[in-house]
């Protein structure tokens, strides 16, 4: 690590540059600015975020003294969801009349299903987009932190995976909102991905008075098996809470490796999950699996009736796959860690193949669903994925880097290489920013004081990158081979 990264994860500011790899293979550098302006803008975007957030809690104490609220609780699910569940005539939620990116720390709809996680937030125009300036601390203290989630109103939860613990972010830093039951955290397995679903009441937004309510769903490790419960999400931003948790699915398999994970309500307002082959290869192409698969499903866990193979499975042929995202035409991305060779970003179509474990990486084999971007895995080990007015932004572990791929290319750019760490999960965060997560804490990375963190950092408009063009560190040769099909 350099004294440059190591100065950035303990909290200084420095000059930040990308070399670009021409068609001749000659590094170029761009975007370099000044530590001065840097630590003016990072003080003014810090300033900003959390000084929003303190708005909100104080706007919230008022609004609760003032007036007499009373919540309903949501609908208890009607099962838990097994692939030879019944197939599901129940009408999908609402979706919002104006779709955003996904809770916006402002008082405003934010998150809600349906929405497709995707558009450039405020002050940023729609087209590619990529980061400017040095990312700001938003807290620091995490340990192992998995999933950000960000709610209706202001409101952001981050799950961490050995604590169990669902921690919300506030003007002073952190504070817990639950531990969550059930959780037994072996290996890669413990508290996972989570997500958010309005409450039908709420389904236009909830305001500062009531809170976000609604449900926040968790995937986790348990003791027989993988699972997804969802538990009622009450209080006010500062002070959330999460209730008793109910089953959605479980029987995914589970192991204390390639546990897959992540979860998410799709622009169809179902809810979509990742899961690993957990070491058993074999799972990747047993349609009676649920290992090794992305798994579509109604928010109380039973097989849409439009879903490819009658069941919960929506494709197969997966290794490992930790992140997902759709784009503004509605199209599901996914990212995947391979095994030694190839780590992936996947293009999802219902029904398709995509090749674990006879194929890793573009086979060209007619067979299998090649994907669109491949990287070795030294370079990606990619888990959380976002989008942004259609540029997708992959969190790199064992890279540690944030990969961002251009969606109408496949042109891929790295950006703070070996500056942060193992990165683990990343999403679009309010007026023009992005936001990620650090995982150094679990064992695998390096620590340094007052990891894992959260940062955001600005994005702004640029112009669409050649296919074939990428970034690679210079520090870093040979130059890494990021492969657009």
């Given at each position: 690590m350099t004294a440059q990264s190591t100065a950035l994860r303990h909290g200084a500011t420095s000059a930040t540059a990308r070399g670009q790899v021409t068609a001749d293979g000659q590094v170029t550098t761009q975007g370099q600015v000044t530590a001065q302006g840097q630590r003016r803008?990072?003080?003014?975007?810090?300033?900003?975020?959390?000084?929003?957030?303190?708005?909100?809690?104080?706007?919230?104490?008022?609004?609760?003294?003032?007036?007499?609220?009373?919540?309903?609780?949501p609908g208890t699910p009607g099962g838990t969801g097994v692939p030879t569940a019944p197939t599901s005539t129940e009408p999908a939620p609402g979706t919002p009349s104006s779709p955003g990116v996904t809770g916006v720390p402002s008082p405003d709809p934010g998150a809600q299903p349906g929405e497709p996680n995707t558009g450039p937030g405020p002050g940023?125009?729609?087209?590619?987009?990529?980061?400017?300036?040095?990312?700001?601390?938003?807290?620091?203290?995490?340990?192992a932190p998995w999933s950000i989630l960000r709610l209706p109103g202001g409101g952001a939860l981050i799950s961490e995976r050995g604590t169990a613990r669902v921690r919300e972010l506030v003007s002073g830093g952190l504070r817990d909102a639950v531990t969550v039951p059930g959780v037994v955290a072996r290996g890669e397995g413990g508290l996972l991905g989570l997500a958010y679903l309005a409450a039908p009441a709420s389904a236009s937004g909830a305001g500062a008075s009531t809170g976000p309510g609604g449900w926040v769903y968790a995937y986790f490790t348990g003791a027989e098996s993988n699972q997804i419960v969802r538990m009622p999400l009450t209080g006010t931003v500062g002070s959330l809470a999460l209730g008793s948790p109910e089953p959605v699915l479980s029987g995914i398999p589970r192991a204390g490796n390639h546990d897959g994970g992540r979860i998410r309500f799709g622009p169809d307002g179902m809810l979509y999950a990742t899961t690993g082959d957990a070491g058993d290869t074999a799972r990747a192409q047993d349609l009676g699996s649920l290992g090794g698969k992305i798994l579509r499903m109604t928010p109380t866990g039973t097989v849409p009736p439009d879903n490819p193979f009658g069941t919960l499975v929506y494709s197969y042929g997966h290794r490992n796959p930790q992140g997902i995202a759709w784009d503004s035409r509605g199209r599901l991305w996914a990212s995947e860690f391979g095994q030694s060779t190839w780590d992936e970003l996947n293009l999802i179509t219902?029904?398709?193949?995509?090749?674990?474990p006879e194929a890793e990486g573009i086979a060209h084999d007619s067979r299998y669903t090649d994907p669109v971007v491949q990287w070795r895995?030294?370079?990606?080990?990619?888990?959380?994925?976002?989008?942004?007015?259609?540029?997708?932004?992959?969190?790199?572990?064992?890279?540690?880097?944030?990969?961002?791929?251009?969606?109408?290319?496949?042109?891929?750019?790295?950006?703070?290489?070996n500056t942060f760490g193992r990165l683990r999960d990343v999403v679009p965060g309010p007026d023009g920013t992005l936001w990620f997560v650090t995982n150094n804490t679990d064992g695998r990375g390096t620590r340094a004081p007052g990891d894992d963190r959260l940062y955001s950092v600005r994005v702004v408009q640029t112009s669409p990158l050649a296919r074939g063009t990428r970034v690679a560190p210079g520090a870093n040769p040979p130059p890494a081979t990021a492969v657009a099909r």
């Open positions: 803008g990072a003080a003014q975007h810090a300033g900003r975020v959390l000084g929003r957030l303190t708005l909100l809690s104080l706007l919230s104490a008022v609004t609760v003294s003032l007036a007499a609220c009373t919540s309903g609780v940023v125009a729609a087209g590619p987009v990529e980061p400017t300036g040095e990312p700001v601390v938003l807290a620091s203290g995490l340990e219902p029904g398709a193949d995509y090749g674990w895995t030294s370079e990606a080990s990619p888990s959380g994925l976002a989008i942004v007015g259609d540029t997708l932004f992959v969190a790199a572990l064992r890279g540690e880097r944030l990969w961002r791929v251009d969606s109408s290319t496949g042109a891929a750019t790295a950006w703070f290489v």
